[in-house]
Every structure is written in C-alpha cells, then in structure tokens.
C-alpha cells in the first residue's frame, strides 16, 4: 500500500471491527473461516522486529478502533520502543484515540 514500509504487524488479531465495504480482509476472513474474535496476539509481541525497517502496524486490523482496550494499544507502543531503530507507521479510521491521555501521555 506505501512504498516506503518495508514490513508489516499485526499484534491486534481478529476482523477489523470498522468492516469497511471495501476492506479486502473482511473477504478472506469470510472466505477462509478465520477466527473473528478482537484479540492481542502474545506471539507477534515476542516477535523481533530487528532494525532499520518500516513497519506498518496494524496493516489488517485498526489497533485504534474503539473496541480495542487501551492496554492492548500500550503494550504495542512498549513493543516498538523495544527496537527504536526502525520507523512505524500507525493509521486509523478512528484518529481521535491518537489524543488519549494514556495513549499521548505514554513515553516515546
Ligand atoms: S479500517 Fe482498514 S483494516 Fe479495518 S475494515 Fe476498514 S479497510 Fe479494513
């Protein structure tokens, strides 16, 4: 989707809860029967994220969408100051969580 990301993430496991129309993942989970249910993955978090990549976080899943807790959403942003050498990209359909007190007030 960018050219600049190098690599993807998705600690936020489970269909995007926007289901946007258009959303190519609603197809697959559809298709493929995966499991739907709003989870944080514990194995993506043990993941090596390495150094000097782009990594979009949440390429499938909003990790800003209201029905994730905002633990989950803290415990990502600790997984990716664990490797400062690489560059993050966070979008969201639901860009006024970005100003949550716990989630702007957390170290970076
Ligand atoms: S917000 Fe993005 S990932 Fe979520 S359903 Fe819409 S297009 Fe898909």
Not at 45 to 66: E, M, P, Q, R, W
Not at 81 to 88: E, F, G, R, T
């Amino acid at each position: 989707m960018y050219a600049f990301v190098t690599h993807t993430s998705n600690p936020i496991k489970g269909l995007c809860p926007h289901k946007c129309d258009y959303c190519y993942m609603l197809a697959i989970f559809r298709h493929y029967h995966h499991d739907e249910t709003l989870r944080l993955d514990e194995y993506e978090l043990k993941v090596n994220y390495g150094k000097n990549k782009y990594i979009f976080i949440g390429s499938s899943t909003d990790i800003f969408a209201k029905a994730v807790p905002t633990e989950w959403i803290l415990q990502v942003y600790d997984k990716c100051l664990q490797h400062p050498d690489n560059k993050y990209l966070f979008q969201s359909k639901n860009p006024g969580r970005f100003l949550e007190p716990q989630l702007i007030n957390h170290p970076n």
